[in-house]
Nanobody, 119 residues
Framework: QVQLVESGGGLVQAGASHRLSCAAS????????MGWFRQAPGKDREFVADLLWSGSSTRYADSVKARCTISRDAAKNTVYLQVNSLKPEDTAVYYC????????????WGQGTQVTVSS
């Protein structure tokens, strides 16, 4: 069982870089594939990035691949999403999620943090 809390959302300027954090408790992030998702107003939730539990592989959505980096700090039990060159279309609620080594789906989710990119 793992609990996730996102932080770092807020109002940011287009073109700026920003980092979101996902603090885990109850279990180590190294036991889970960790993902970031986002949901814009009126839109479905979409995949942004994930990091394999082993730390050996990352994946990114095509729309953010050139601008995003997902990483983790095992000592802090925290996962990060760095986004560079923010665009207004990045505006969304960003969610952190965890998928255990024994599951095929993301079963654990944070409450979300709002990112608003101004032009």
């Amino acid at each position: 069982q793992v609990q996730l809390v996102e932080s770092g959302g807020g109002l940011v300027q287009a073109g700026a870089s920003h980092r979101l954090s996902c603090a885990a408790s109850g279990d180590t992030v190294s036991s889970y594939t960790m993902g970031w998702f986002r949901q814009a107003p009126g839109k479905d939730r979409e995949f942004v990035a994930d990091l394999l539990w082993s730390g050996s592989s990352t994946r990114y959505a095509d729309s953010v691949k050139a601008r995003c980096t997902i990483s983790r700090d095992a000592a802090k039990n925290t996962v990060y999403l760095q986004v560079n060159s923010l665009k207004p279309e990045d505006t969304a609620v960003y969610y952190c999620a965890a998928k255990s080594r024994w599951a095929g789906t993301y079963d654990y989710w944070g409450q979300g943090t709002q990112v608003t990119v101004s032009s």
